[in-house]
């Protein structure tokens, strides 16, 4: 049966079935939620995004296959439209932070209840800019001490002024730098955080509370381009 155009399309991703089920069944419970496709590896979850292209992609981090952020990175390339939500019994600060750093646009405990998972699936969703993460202040507060020098002082700064869609001349003009500089600061952290894009840095870094990201202009939201 054709979904409704304002349905949002899930993709679950576990290799329990009996737990697919009972996700299925909460979920399309609700009007606005239908799941698409199921997958019990790494490798059908590829094939799964690529040919579906779900709206949200729900994750267990142990799954047969690639490891977790292999995954994810190449679930965002098969499907770069999907929000990846990683649903998971562990709760650990490292893998917490390598996830966020990858994109995904949720981390929540398998202990949560449905109504917040169904409110993460349609944050995420409606919203371009929301990371949803329900984990212990403890394994939050780890993630993103040890997420802090991953970019240095400087490269947040560059990040920071990027975030508000100034050119390469206007942020080199604001830090007493070269253009060059502002340049080469740019692929370096494209490099460390494994972006394609501006507003792919910029996202990843908000995410993994890299940097601090004020109200930015729909420009900077929409489009990105690599240094240059």
Do not use: C, W
């Not at 917490?96 to 995420?124: D, N, P, T």
């Not at 729909?218 to 381009?225: H, L, Y």
């Amino acid at each position: 049966m054709p979904q409704a155009p304002d349905q949002i399309t899930i993709m679950l991703v576990d290799d329990h079935a009996l737990l697919r089920e009972g996700l299925r069944e909460i979920l399309e419970a609700q009007d606005d939620l239908v799941v698409v496709a199921e997958a019990g590896d790494s490798a059908s979850a590829l094939a799964q995004a690529a040919e579906k292209r779900p709206s949200v992609i729900l994750l267990d981090v142990e799954i047969p296959g690639d490891d977790v952020t292999t995954t994810v990175r190449r679930l965002r390339t098969a499907a770069p439209e999907s929000k990846v939500i990683i649903v998971s019994m562990y709760d650990g600060p490292q893998l917490l932070r390598s996830l966020l750093v990858e994109g995904v646009r949720g981390y929540l405990l398998k202990s949560v209840h449905r109504q917040e998972l169904m409110s993460a699936i349609r944050s995420v969703h409606f919203d371009p800019g929301r990371v949803i993460l329900a984990v212990s202040r403890e394994s939050l507060a780890q993630a993103q001490e040890s997420s802090s020098d991953l970019l240095s002082a400087r490269e947040r700064e560059v990040l920071e002024l990027t975030a508000q869609a100034l050119s390469n001349t206007q942020i080199a003009s604001r830090l007493g730098l070269t253009e060059a500089t502002v340049k080469r600061h740019l692929r370096n952290i494209f490099v460390k955080l494994g972006a394609v894009s501006r507003i792919d840095a910029v996202n990843k870094a908000a995410a993994a509370s890299l940097i601090t990201v004020k109200e930015r202009p729909p420009s900077i939201r929409r489009t990105g381009t690599a240094p240059t």
